[in-house]
């Protein structure tokens, strides 16, 4: 359609992620490493008090419940522990 001989994308985005996913075209598809190479930033939500099949919004839901949170439940997480 665009008839480009070169055109690529920055990266991927998970499917159930929103925002921009840059498509470099022609000679710019060289200048796709220094955009990948640059500081990003990601904006998450959190819902506590389930748990699916797949560990997102799109699996099944396998528990559910009421979930307290609190800073020191935060700190105990293995993704936040120090590694070794």
């Known amino acids: ?6 055109i ?7 499917p159930g992620a929103t925002g921009v ?3 470099c075209l ?3 598809t060289k200048a796709a490493e ?3 190479a640059a500081e990003k930033e990601y904006e998450a939500e959190l ?4 748990e699916t099949d797949t ?13 307290v949170f609190s ?8 993704c936040w522990k120090q590694p070794r």
């Open 21 to 23: 996913l840059p498509v």
């Open 26 to 28: 022609g000679k710019a």
């Open 1 to 6: 359609i665009l008839r480009m001989k070169k």
């Open 47 to 50: 819902v506590f008090g389930f």
């Open 8 to 14: 690529g994308h920055t990266g991927t985005l998970d």
């Open 55 to 67: 560990q997102d919004l799109s699996g099944k839901v396998t528990r559910s419940g009421a979930y």
């Open 71 to 78: 800073e020191s439940r935060f700190q105990e997480a293995p």
């Open 34 to 36: 220094l955009l990948t």
